[in-house]
């Protein structure tokens, strides 16, 4: 099993202040990315709303969610020993590989299936947790 990612967030005022962080970071990525497109001034006020770097945000925060890539007897193991949290896996039942995330302070588990496509799952994963475990709550 392997660990990626860099947010592992245990309760919601650590996901919060994670969230918090990735405010700054996201205003650079649109400010440089809308350089690099060449707008200039006006474009930029125009299209550049808080609604843009707010998705920026958004993106940013779940690209960072930590997630773990393991066997299908590995996330069974693994969601074993943690009884009480409630899984939700997409994808097939007869697939060899697993990719997941846990927050540990809604007992929610967030999983898809793979068997080739790693980084697609991956990617999968961390919209399906920010989606459904915390956009609400930030």
Known sequence: METTGVYEPETIEEAREAYREAGPAAKVVVRETASAMAFDSAEYESRVTS???ETARDALFASLLSV???????FEEWCADRPSYDSRVV???NVDRVVWHAAPFTEEIVAATFQDAREAAI????RQAFGEIYR???
């Open 51 to 53: 609604e843009v770097v």
């Open 68 to 74: 773990r890539v393991g066997s299908r007897e590995e």
């Open 91 to 93: 994808g097939g039942e």
């Open 123 to 126: 990617a999968t994963v961390r």
């Open 136 to 138: 609400d709550r930030l």
